[in-house]
């Protein structure tokens, strides 16, 4: 698998997950709780979405 074609298989994952945690956090919102969780889930999707953009940054300039 060459790069290119391993870095996107990583980059749909990333995006997979970002997705999970967003349901995650809009599920929390809708039970009204657990604000510290929620906290958690919404710095941990952040995080994943920056990766995603640097990640896509990186593939347009190859």
Known sequence: MSLEQENLRRLRLMKAASDQ?????????????????LLLLRTAENN???????LEKKLEEV
Request: net charge negative; no cysteine; glycine share 8%.
């Open 48 to 54: 994943l979405e920056d990766e995603v953009v640097e």
């Open 21 to 37: 945690l967003e349901s995650a956090i809009n599920m929390l919102e809708d039970a009204g709780g657990l604000e510290e969780i």
